[in-house]
């Protein structure tokens, strides 16, 4: 197994290559196999890296205790949940509702805000590739830097358009009609309905994540002040089911509450000749 | 407003545009404009299709009644929430998650059993356009058929293959290592495990459905029995909340389950050096 | 089987008692048997109610069209389920709660205001009987006479003083330091506390029925302004399963909310020699 | 204040008086009140309880450092959440269902296999109490003392027959047709059906504790062989919600699955002339 074979193969670990390692559902790494690479230290044992060149992914190593690690191949959602992280991430439930509900794929122009810590970033920027884009606003300095890191980990910074700044600020200029999917997660996400009204094509989602249930009622409130049809909210709950011979049994543990989602479709308010509209 | 400006205009519905009409949450309409269109009568009154024609997408026609109907731009989950059914699809709230978790997405090959009413099948089509492929196996004639029929009204036929063909059939030949996901959705999926397996890339994706536990757990040990890691079990539910000033509550209906889902990561067994493994 | 063994045998039928005529769970009928009753027509066939009395209680007795119908002693939850209803119920997940966290039991006392259809109401009283009482108040006169009937047939009316008053209503004069619990059901649930809180022992519990999370956010800032400690709010969701041989799985049909639950119990004001308390 | 006046009064703290002492909702403890009382040492600084004797239950006092600490009369579900445990218990949410499902009330007879810590023993004592009995099994004689202990504790002993057997030991008679209501909350509770089914009284209710859907499957598959009718099957979650001005949300904290429950009530075998009974 030399690394020229892997050239030719792409279920061959090349040097350089970022590999997941995993033992066990809770202990997994994501770290970098190169023939230069130095032993990776596990409770479970000692990894060599260099030598996880040339292997299939899907193929297993042995540490020096013996302990069994499978070599997997990183997705997306790997380098989402193992990224730095500084605020709560969206999570996946809710990300590829939004991604689903939305329609957003290769070719899609995204605009979010705030960038967080980049998860909800790195999946839409996954789908949108190669033609789309996601454009990002993060206010704080220390956020924008990890979420423009943790995006350059997973290999998709060129479908992403970073920004340091705060959506609010007159000096951002942003244009209209020309995104499909406008994803606001802040505080007071209803105090940037307007410029994402403006931002969206027409029929255009906006997405708010909302953590409260009255940032979620205010939102919604005012979605529905004209701008946005098609408003509705969510609240999605996942639940591990523990699967064994003859003891199966949903998990004890469960995250009870991440987030409510509000969303609603751009209504096109000009050229609309509906003086004599009945109050619906 | 002209068909000559919209050709220049993607905003502007053009001639033979599938169009959702928008009057209220329960009631939307798939339609297709054209200038040649006859009227759409609903409950709410005459929609007059042909005059859609040139609106922009997100403005807004009158009906006969006076009714307010916004037009809105069809993305995938219009089509397959408008779709014709004679199965159970699978729910946006569970597809979504098993293309966030599996990171499918531009390029990815799929293969799944059975397409059903393809449900499925168009979602994942949309994220692997325009380079990917879904290859999907449906048994049954009639099922097959309107999938086809599905998949083509939201214009994705080219990045799926159907075959009419049980996936067990001897005759089926899929090439091994090369897809990055499975999705079996079928009665008794543990059945289908070595074929998925085969096919498969190294590290690649499983996902099962099971409505039942009973499913669940058998699937879950089977996966468990060398041929793939990481196996996880979740269930996924979906509430709606009624957001309004003041009296904000999550709504009585709910749909109480859908399905388990199943998940797990091929783990390739040729080249295991691993005689001496401690039994894990 | 005659009506004289039945006045020695509990588990007999006599005659005027009620029985719960059971065919399957979706099809349960309340009657009263007696050697006078006339047949009772069902979809499943006619069931002659004079031939019950005498019979023991789990027996089952034929339909006119061979139907097998079990007679079923009826306990308090059969009678709610059965009663006339002119407003939502409080479901038994949410009263039995209510129940198990105050620990109401023979010898309670406890106040609710309002009434409504009487649900809680009578399984209250059937928990403080025999020497606990339901001091139970409603405003509105169709409710009130409405409930009354609903306790009344579930034979615990001796349990419950109903007054057809509004609780606010300055004429009420409600005995301060003597109730256990009370249980506040109405649209504005805070502007019932500084009565509650009048009328509970020291330590006693109030709970809030809440059906938004607006009331649950409002009644619970109230509560926590120093009348009450131990504040706490919850939501309960229930699921049936349909356990079968092979087949087992929730059900799609759910209930997704009825309504939040708020809890305290009284603090005591008077005599607190607490100038110097630091700020909690 | 003297304990004179206490023995008046019944909402003084009187000499021997169990009290829960409240900081806030996870600092709370179970104490006994005594002239005697040695100081009570905590975080939050030292409480004289032999200064609590005399207080009014819902009055609060100082620790030595000056944080508030409130006096609660402690109820039923006190003594069970402050209760020694070796096992699981049944949560209130489930347990309080069971009760208001099956109606118990004073005078009610209850059989429990197995006792467990006696979580639901006590709760079931305080509804049957004054002239009912919870009859109570339990093979480990470690369990069998803790859970005596614990039921003593608070203060319903005289309302609960323990005993330190296995139900299915040959040696164990049952009155027959006796009991309103048999909890079974073993490993395999289907081997308890008969049993229970032969000692309640007709109609009467059984409910089996399940953790898994296996254990769940196969007892409702054997209740439904005729020894019992109106079976069904619950999953009753709780999610404690953090209401404050504001910022109203779920917690994120919650326990995802403690178990299934399955209820049927006794079908009467004997004297049933149904020769002729369809097939249902």
Redo the contacts between chains.
Sequence with gaps: MTSDLSLEN??LVKDGDRVLL?L??RR?WLVQASIESPQFHTHAGIVELSKIVG??????V?TS????I????P????YIMKSERRTQIVY??D???I?????I??GSKVIECGTGSGALTT?FA??V??EGLVHTFEAREDFYSIAKKNVSKSGLSQFVKFENTNLLDPSVVLRS?SYDLAVLDTGDPWLLLKIAHNAL?????VFCIC????Q??TV??TMKDGLF??????????????????????????????C?I?SG????Q???D?E???S?
Tied chains: 1, 2, 3, 4.
């Design positions: 792409p279920d995993y066990d559902p997994t292997h299939r992914f899907g193929e297993s042995l205790l013996g302990e069994r499978t070599i997997l191949r997705v997306t959602l790997d996946p439930k990300f590829s509702y991604a689903a509900r939305s329609g794929r290769n999946y996954s789908l590739a190669t009609n094509r027409g029929s255009g989602f953590p409260t249930t009255n979620l009622e919604v409130e049809c098609d408003v509705e909210s969510v609240e999605i709950m996942l639940r591990q089911i523990e699967a064994r011979a003859g003891k199966t049994r949903p998990s004890m543990r469960m995250i009870g509450h991440t409510y509000a479709r751009k209504v096109q000009e050229n609309l509906i004599n509209v009945k619906s």
